[in-house]
């Protein structure tokens, strides 16, 4: 039944699959534009709260359909204590930073209101590192990271380079030389001000 169901879905998404890629291809015959983000994620690791920060650019094809990559990395302390092999107790510091090729298509878009739906696949790494009793920084574990966040936002734009957004989504880790400890795969929501600096920048350039 599961299986008939799985099945039954894609027949029925098949239309609206094939009228997205439509759309898409009808809005990357325009001419692209430039476009620079600053990305900042709300989330969780293990029962920790957690924001990632990253940096993106790529090009945008008539104000709906972007594409680009970006480099994001854990920016709040995520910290837990073990004990080593040797019987000593540290504090160990999670580190994550991965590099993430993104799309991003904007299906509605009325008056300052807009709805997009962003996905990124990242390729990065992760690892424990502590001090030791010179104050040197030693790895604990360390791990190839594969990333997938698909995500929806909503964002009011109120100013030429300003505006407002919230969004949801989920972010699927997978550790692929051993695991960390730590939970990484989890929820993940952004809320906040927008700038707008590829607006910026042309504006700038064309001053």
């Given amino acids: 039944m599961r299986a008939l169901a799985l099945v039954l879905s894609l027949i029925a998404l098949g239309p609206a699959r094939a009228q997205l890629f439509d759309s898409i291809a009808h809005f990357a015959a325009e001419r692209p534009r430039f476009v620079a983000k600053v990305d900042l994620r709300g989330s969780f690791i293990s029962n920790h709260s957690a924001r990632v920060a990253g940096v993106k650019v790529g090009l945008e094809h008539a104000r709906r359909f972007q594409y680009g990559i970006g480099y994001h990395f854990l920016?709040?302390?995520?910290?837990?204590?073990?004990?080593?092999?040797?019987?000593?107790?540290?504090?160990?510091?999670?580190?994550?930073?991965?590099?993430?090729?993104?799309?991003?298509?904007?299906?509605?878009?009325r008056g300052p209101w807009e709805v997009r739906i962003p996905v990124q696949v990242g390729i990065g790494r992760g690892s424990q590192v502590y001090r030791d009793a010179n104050g040197r920084r030693q790895v604990h574990r360390r791990t190839a990271l594969v990333v997938y966040e698909p995500a929806m936002t909503?964002?009011?734009?109120?100013?030429?380079?300003?505006?407002?957004?919230?969004?949801?989504?989920?972010?699927?880790?997978?550790?692929?030389?051993?695991?960390?400890?730590?939970?990484?795969?989890?929820?993940?929501?952004?809320?906040?001000?927008?700038?707008?600096?590829?607006?910026?920048?042309?504006?700038?350039?064309?001053?």
């Fill in 75 to 109: 920016l709040s302390p995520v910290r837990r204590w073990t004990a080593l092999d040797d019987g000593r107790e540290v504090e160990l510091g999670l580190r994550l930073g991965y590099v993430a090729p993104y799309v991003d298509h904007a299906f509605y878009q």
């Fill in 154 to 207: 909503v964002q009011y734009r109120f100013m030429r380079y300003l505006g407002a957004g919230a969004g949801w989504g989920f972010r699927l880790v997978w550790q692929t030389d051993g695991p960390l400890g730590e939970a990484l795969t989890a929820p993940i929501y952004t809320f906040g001000l927008r700038v707008f600096f590829g607006e910026l920048w042309r504006d700038v350039r064309g001053g």
